[in-house]
């Protein structure tokens, strides 16, 4: 699968790892889990070799995993129904109040014509669905050149100081 | 005098028009989905309703220059059919462009410094204020620079623009409340401490609709420099934990209800407590650049009182209109004039493009320049020389615009209802005619005195019936259109819900009913009671034994 990463469209290198009630195994690989699989089989996941990334639903908050922030590599946020705006917050909070540095991903019902405001709070890396072609919604990042607030990447301060 | 666009809002104002022409394109070529497309067209201001879309164009807390008039009247002349409407929100509405043509209107909106840009869908919309912002005798602070730092931190702000629901700030800086603050997601009084510092009371979790409720206050003394990271203190809350399940219950008015105002407000706090001192934070060079903007203009020091008051005394609706639609000024030698959109056989709130010229062109004459729009549906020239009052009154009498009924019982404010729009369970311009042909004699209606009557034609309350002195709102039973009749209700100060009347009362008998309350208060006032008073003392009782005795 092709995704949007840093304003470029590359190949995908994590898979998703369905939720599934045996824990014991799991595979090689760059890994994205839900937040149920993380509960239940922390020890498991942190000694893998291979990178870890979490998935965290619409309803599912910041404070969920906050205190683990360092196992994570990737940080998958879902966005279903596009309407459903939380995790605009969510990732805000993780670029400026806790310094997160590693990959976070907008996930879900993704409309190109969020992608300017998903990169502003802090998102690099962008699922569109297959029937969105990614070069074209790559323009969508050019839309502003300039903005009132003083966000994740900004572009400008929020009010002229003279 | 007036916010004029640096470089920034200007680029930022043409690329988001840009915008919206590409993507309006996208969907009508069909590459764009339907759903995706209405959340993105309502975030530009355009609604889909029964007969065309309606595009809702933001009049920032309500001031407007002449300009900016002409040009809505050129654009309604071309693109729409001749007249536009002044909404609740102090806003205008374009009732009838074609889809294809709305970014075109927002282009030449653009031109003057103006757009439809957050007027709906589920995001921080245009921030209203106290229609004498600025030339208020009981003025505290101006609140037109800080709406104004508002508007920009508001505007396209990306963390906030897919709330669970739409998100509404009012903002007064006088003793008498005018904006209905008490009544929006988010209510701010300006306050002077005893030190003398500047800064707000802030109410959250009011508003009508369904659920109304009257904002509880959850801070009782804001920084001046603290307004934008408290602001973003509380959507963020709002943004993570308002309700998204069922929309009935989305508003943050819910969410404060359920958690409780001491819970939230601490939750607020600690979440204030990280962004403090962020970059949000204002110094004085931002609040004195916003404040640079909104300098009274020139001022004539003097007028000649005895000219007035031998022209009052010579001309009885003269008079009238000066005691009823005109208001003191800050300036002794000045008044602000209020230029009523509810003559007889006018939609309330309706102006036709001959009268916006007409109107703008009196404000070049008589006002600097400048007019303001009022969340009770008229217009109002701020700063109008007393010695010119005749003079203004003269013109606007040519153009049926000087109906002397400012605050009275026919100045009611009303939805677009029925004839208008989707949602509507019943008519509301028709009634406000009727009511305007059945108290037609002005004299009586002066006697009656203050009376506000509110009309919504459903539950969304966009005419604020429950804070009218008299609420109507359309209630559907069966297809047939019945009206809920309360009483009692105010946005002011004060603030209160009125109370429910009784069962709903058929279309064909509502003015009569309306005409029996206002028989039983001329009845039971005493000399100096106003309309809510008398129904403050004697209560319900006496008018629903009146409304209900033969049916
Ligand atoms: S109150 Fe109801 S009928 Fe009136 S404009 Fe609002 S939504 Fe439409």
């Given at each position: 699968?092709?995704?949007?990463?840093?304003?470029?469209?590359?190949?995908?290198?994590?898979?998703?790892?369905?939720?599934?009630?045996?824990?014991?195994?799991?595979?090689?690989?760059?890994?994205?889990?839900?937040?149920?699989?993380?509960?239940?089989?922390?020890?498991?996941?942190?000694?893998?070799?291979?990178?870890?990334?979490?998935?965290l639903?619409s309803d599912?908050l910041l404070p969920?995993?906050?205190?683990?922030?360092?196992?994570?590599?990737?940080i998958?946020l879902d966005f279903?129904?596009y309407k459903d705006g939380r995790h605009f917050s969510t990732a805000r909070l993780l670029r400026e109040r806790y310094n997160y540095?590693?990959?976070i991903r907008a996930?879900g019902?993704v409309l190109?014509d969020q992608l300017l405001y998903m990169q502003r709070v802090g998102f690099n890396?962008f699922?569109?669905?297959?029937?969105?072609?990614?070069?074209?919604?790559?323009?969508a990042f050019?839309e502003f050149?300039t903005a009132y607030q003083p966000t994740a990447n900004p572009h400008s301060p929020f009010y002229?100081?003279? | 005098?007036?916010?004029?666009?640096?470089?920034?809002?200007?680029?930022l104002?043409?690329?988001r028009?840009?915008?919206?022409?590409?993507?309006?394109?996208?969907?009508?070529?069909?590459?764009?989905?339907?759903?995706?497309?209405?959340t993105l067209?309502?975030m530009?201001?355009?609604?889909?309703?029964?007969?065309?879309?309606?595009?809702?164009?933001?009049?920032?807390?309500?001031?407007?220059?002449?300009?900016?008039?002409?040009?809505?009247?050129?654009?309604?002349?071309?693109?729409?059919?001749?007249?536009?409407?002044?909404?609740?929100?102090?806003?205008?509405?374009?009732?009838?462009?074609?889809?294809?043509?709305?970014?075109?209107?927002?282009?030449?909106?653009?031109?003057?410094?103006?757009?439809?840009i957050q007027?709906?869908g589920n995001c921080i919309r245009?921030t209203?204020?106290?229609?004498?912002?600025?030339?208020?005798?009981?003025?505290?602070?101006?609140?037109?620079?800080?709406?104004?730092i508002i508007r920009r931190w508001s505007t396209l702000h990306p963390e906030f623009a897919y709330l669970p629901r739409k998100f509404?700030i009012?903002?007064?800086?006088?003793?008498?409340?005018?904006?209905?603050?008490?009544?929006?997601d988010i209510?701010?009084?300006?306050?002077?401490?005893?030190?003398?510092?500047?800064?707000?009371?802030?109410?959250?979790?009011?508003?009508?609709?369904?659920?109304?409720?009257?904002?509880?206050?959850?801070?009782?003394?804001?920084?001046?420099?603290?307004l934008l990271s408290y602001l973003e203190a509380i959507l963020r809350v709002y943004n993570q934990y308002g309700?998204r399940?069922?929309?009935?219950?989305s508003?943050i008015?819910?969410l404060?209800?359920?958690?409780?105002?001491?819970?939230?407000?601490?939750q607020v706090?600690a979440e204030w407590?990280h962004l403090k001192?962020s970059d949000l934070k204002?110094?004085?060079?931002?609040?004195?650049?916003?404040?640079?903007?909104?300098?009274?203009?020139?001022?004539?020091?003097?007028?000649?009182?005895?000219?007035?008051?031998?022209?009052?005394?010579?001309?009885?609706?003269?008079?009238?209109?000066?005691?009823?639609?005109?208001?003191?000024?800050?300036?002794?030698?000045?008044?602000?004039?209020?230029?009523?959109?509810?003559?007889?056989?006018?939609?309330?709130?309706?102006?036709?493009?001959?009268?916006?010229?007409?109107?703008?062109?009196?404000?070049?004459?008589?006002?600097?320049?400048?007019?303001?729009?009022?969340?009770?549906?008229?217009?109002?020239?701020?700063?109008?020389?007393?010695?010119?009052?005749?003079?203004?009154?003269?013109?606007?009498?040519?153009?049926?615009?000087?109906?002397?009924?400012?605050?009275?019982?026919?100045?009611?404010?009303?939805?677009?209802?029925?004839?208008?729009?989707?949602?509507?369970?019943?008519?509301?311009?028709?009634?406000?005619?009727?009511?305007?042909?059945?108290?037609?004699?002005?004299?009586?209606?002066?006697?009656?005195?203050?009376?506000?009557?509110?009309?919504?034609?459903?539950?969304?309350?966009?005419?604020?019936?429950?804070?009218?002195?008299?609420?109507?709102?359309?209630?559907?039973?069966?297809?047939?259109?019945?009206?809920?009749?309360?009483?009692?209700?105010?946005?002011?100060?004060?603030?209160?819900?009125?109370?429910?009347?009784?069962?709903?009362?058929?279309?064909?008998?509502?003015?009569?009913?309306?005409?029996?309350?206002?028989?039983?208060?001329?009845?039971?006032?005493?000399?100096?009671?106003?309309?809510?008073?008398?129904?403050?003392?004697?209560?319900?009782?006496?008018?629903?034994?009146?409304?209900?005795?033969?049916?």
């Open positions: 699968m092709q995704i949007i990463k840093d304003h470029k469209v590359v190949n995908d290198q994590w898979q998703y790892l369905a939720e599934k009630s045996d824990t014991s195994m799991f595979p090689d690989g760059n890994i994205i889990v839900t937040l149920k699989t993380w509960k239940t089989a922390k020890e498991r996941l942190i000694t893998r070799q291979s990178k870890l990334g979490i998935k639903n599912e969920e995993i906050v205190d683990d922030l360092d196992c994570f590599e990737l998958s279903t129904p540095k590693g990959e996930t019902e190109r890396a699922e569109l669905d297959s029937s969105q072609d990614l070069n074209a919604a790559l323009t050019d050149s002229q100081r003279k | 005098m007036m916010y004029q666009y640096d470089e920034q809002d200007q680029q104002l043409n690329e028009v840009a915008q919206f022409r590409e993507q309006t394109s996208r969907f009508l070529n069909g590459t764009l989905a339907d759903d995706a497309y209405r067209r309502l530009n201001g355009v609604y889909i309703q029964k007969l065309a879309p309606m595009l809702r164009v933001a009049v920032p807390y309500g001031l407007l220059s002449s300009d900016q008039l002409r040009k809505i009247a050129e654009l309604a002349q071309r693109y729409d059919k001749g007249y536009v409407h002044f909404t609740t929100r102090q806003n205008i509405q374009f009732n009838w462009p074609a889809l294809e043509n709305i970014p075109d209107i927002a282009e030449g909106l653009a031109t003057v410094q103006m757009h439809a007027t709906s245009n209203t204020s106290d229609h004498y912002a600025g030339i208020a005798p009981d003025e505290i602070e101006d609140p037109r620079p800080y709406c104004e509404k009012a903002v007064s800086g006088a003793t008498s409340d005018r904006a209905a603050t008490q009544l929006h209510g701010l009084y300006i306050k002077k401490n005893e030190q003398g510092d500047i800064g707000f009371e802030v109410l959250v979790g009011g508003g009508l609709g369904r659920t109304p409720i009257i904002g509880k206050t959850i801070k009782s003394f804001l920084d001046q420099y603290d309700r399940d069922n929309m009935y219950k508003r008015k819910i404060v209800k359920s958690m409780g105002v001491e819970a939230f407000s601490q706090e407590e001192n204002l110094d004085k060079q931002q609040i004195a650049l916003a404040k640079s903007h909104f300098t009274p203009p020139a001022y004539n020091t003097k007028h000649n009182a005895a000219n007035l008051a031998h022209a009052m005394a010579n001309n009885s609706d003269f008079a009238n209109w000066v005691k009823y639609n005109t208001t003191e000024h800050k300036n002794e030698h000045y008044q602000a004039v209020t230029i009523s959109l509810k003559a007889p056989n006018v939609a309330p709130g309706d102006i036709t493009t001959a009268q916006m010229d007409f109107v703008a062109d009196l404000a070049d004459e008589f006002s600097f320049g400048l007019l303001r729009s009022t969340h009770r549906q008229n217009l109002i020239l701020g700063d109008v020389s007393k010695d010119q009052l005749h003079a203004l009154w003269s013109k606007l009498k040519e153009q049926n615009l000087a109906t002397a009924n400012i605050g009275m019982l026919t100045d009611t404010i009303c939805c677009p209802g029925l004839e208008f729009c989707s949602l509507a369970n019943a008519s509301t311009i028709p009634l406000a005619e009727e009511l305007n042909e059945r108290f037609n004699d002005l004299d009586y209606l002066y006697d009656l005195g203050s009376i506000n009557l509110n009309i919504s034609g459903c539950m969304n309350a966009c005419g604020h019936q429950d804070v009218g002195h008299i609420g109507i709102l359309g209630v559907d039973k069966k297809g047939v259109e019945w009206y809920q009749i309360t009483l009692g209700g105010s946005s002011c100060n004060e603030a209160y819900l009125g109370d429910r009347l009784g069962r709903a009362i058929a279309k064909n008998q509502l003015i009569n009913s309306i005409e029996q309350i206002i028989q039983v208060y001329v009845a039971e006032r005493t000399a100096e009671e106003n309309f809510l008073e008398t129904y403050r003392r004697i209560g319900i009782t006496p008018f629903k034994e009146k409304v209900y005795a033969n049916n």
